[in-house]
Structures are given as C-alpha cells and as structure tokens.
C-alpha cells in the first residue's frame, strides 16, 4: 500500500492551490475604471502640439531663412467626481476647473502666456474658467460616450477665448483614456495586445494616421496596491492613409520630404482603485529636404530645411 496522506499534504496542496489562483488572478486582471459612488479625485492634464522650422546650409547667410518655433501649451488641473453610475458601470461625472495654464509661441514670439496662479491674470478671460464645472458621462473602458451639460460653463466663457476649451470634442479628447481596451476585452494576459488609430493634422504635409500598438506588460505590487503597466508604441497605419489619400489631396511638396518619427506612451493603472495613476503619450516627427538642385562641391554643405512636430497628452492623479 502506498503512504496516507497526512495533515503536511493537505496544507502544502492548499498553499499550491491558492498560490495558483492568485497567479491566475494576476495574469488576468481587469483593466477598467472603477467609479465608487461620490468619490472625488484631482488629476492635472497637459496638452502640447509644437511646430519647428529649421534651415541649413549656405541659405542660413539669407535673411529670408529664419529658425523658428511655434507652440500651444494648455494644462488643466482638474476634480471630478462621481454622480451616479447605471448598471453597466456607466458612471456621470461632474468635472470642475480647478487651475489652468496656457501657452501659445508663434514664430518665437509669446502670444499668449496665462497662469490661473497668478495675481495679474485673474482679470484675463481665461480666467472665467476657473470654478466652472460641466458634467460627462464616462465608460470603465475610459470613454467619454457623451457631454451630458456644460452650458453653464460655456456661457460664463460666451464670445471668448475660453470657449474654445469647452467644445464637445476637446472635453472628449482631455477624459478620454485611450490606452484602455474595449469592455469586451477588459481581461487580459501579460504580453496581450489591442490597438486603436489616432490621425494628426500636419502643416504642408498633411494629415497622418498611426496605428497605436498598446501591450500590458506587467503587474506589479506596491505598498499594498496592485498596479498594471501598459506600454504603446505606434506604426503608420497603412489601411487609414489610404482612405486619407482618397479624402484630401495631398502636397506634392510634400513628397520631397525624408521622414523619422516616434510615438510612444505608457500607462500606469491602479487596479485596486480602477484609477488613471499616470497615462502619457508623444509624438515626435522630423521631415527633411534637401536642395535637390545644388550641384556642390567637396566641401560644401546642402542646403535643406527640416520640420519639426511634437504633439503630446499627459494626465496624471495628483490627489
């Protein structure tokens, strides 16, 4: 006969069994916001979208050629907090304006420089802003579905500058996680995937559409909480610019142009709390050309321009 199993066998498989289960657990968390009724939390969101313009060579001796830099900065620090939620997870949050920066440079000259902070600018219109709320309706997968009201802010900031920052598609744009997968696919494995495309609007080159790769790469512990890193890292999507080359037509100048780029992000997610810990995402382009009618000698250098672009979104819980 074989041995009995004893008290030690028993204890020692239920170890197993429930390190197998937190394992599985782990592989397979849910990445969707979490929205406990009338919590409250602060985030900062930063936006960037940069154009530089650079000139090379023997031009550089012609007045004509001048480096320049053009650039449009807005950071919002914000609180939102949960109204309700319906039973698919839906939450209505109420969003209000708690500081706000705006940079605007063009062509080296500051156009705009307002800091909510700042004694001197609470006159500025900008400033409306400040203390006003309007209320969304968002998704555990991070979506805004819709703009339930915000005509109280809007009119508070009627016939502005200010009123840009309250259309319909920016409020989208500034809540909208898009690191998050569909609902339908909340669960995933460490190494899985999942994408999304993102089109820019160029200057001369026109418009551009990437395809944004996100894979979760990690679960981690800290200090009690369970957190999930995402990382993002794009392609030109190849099926989207053909349907862009049908809709627009597109610069011959254009075509001149050598191109580099990078497009990366990351998110960190704390599952615990079903909350954005950080979410970041940058473009960076450079666009060359080269005289191509210079006949140079050994020691002569090309003429050639170069275009630069950055656009970049940040959000991050700061209470």
């Not at 170069?306 to 970049?312: C, P, T």
Request: aromatic share 8%.
């Amino acid at each position: 006969m074989g041995r009995q199993p004893n008290i030690y066998d028993f204890a020692t498989s239920a170890v197993m069994c429930s390190l197998f289960l937190i394992a599985g657990c782990a592989q397979t968390p849910t990445l969707a916001l979490k929205f406990p009724p009338k919590d409250s939390t602060t985030y900062k969101v930063t936006t960037q979208s940069e154009m530089s313009l650079k000139f090379e060579g023997p031009m550089l001796n012609k007045n004509e050629f001048k480096d320049s830099r053009s650039q449009n900065t807005i950071e919002m620090t914000f609180t939102q907090q949960v109204l309700n939620t319906d039973d698919k997870g839906n939450a209505v949050v109420e969003v209000t304006i708690k500081e706000l920066k705006c940079l605007s440079i063009y062509r080296d000259k500051i156009t705009l420089d307002f800091d909510s902070a700042r004694e001197k600018d609470r006159d500025d219109p900008l400033g409306k802003l400040v203390g006003q709320s309007y209320t969304i309706e968002m998704t555990p997968s991070g979506r805004v579905s819709k703009v339930i009201d915000a005509n109280d802010a809007r009119d508070a900031v009627s016939g502005n500058k200010a009123a840009a920052l309250l259309s319909g598609d920016v409020i989208k744009e500034r809540h909208t996680i898009t690191a998050l997968p569909a609902t339908d696919k909340e669960k995933l494995r460490i190494g899985d995937n999942w994408s999304s495309v993102k089109i820019f609007p160029f200057p001369i080159i026109g418009s551009r559409a990437y395809e944004r790769i996100y894979t979760l790469k990690q679960i981690k512990a800290i200090k009690g909480r369970k957190y999930a890193i995402i990382e993002m890292n794009a392609i030109p999507s190849a099926e989207m610019a053909k349907q862009l080359h049908t809709e627009q037509e597109t610069s011959s100048f254009s075509k001149l142009f050598d191109n580099t780029e990078t497009y990366t992000g990351e998110l960190k997610l704390d599952l615990t709390a079903g909350k954005v810990e950080k979410y970041f995402e940058e473009l960076q382009s450079e666009w060359v050309i080269l005289d191509p009618s210079a006949v140079l000698k050994d020691d002569e250098e090309a003429n050639s321009v170069k275009m630069g672009a950055i656009r970049s979104y940040c959000i991050e819980k700061i209470d």
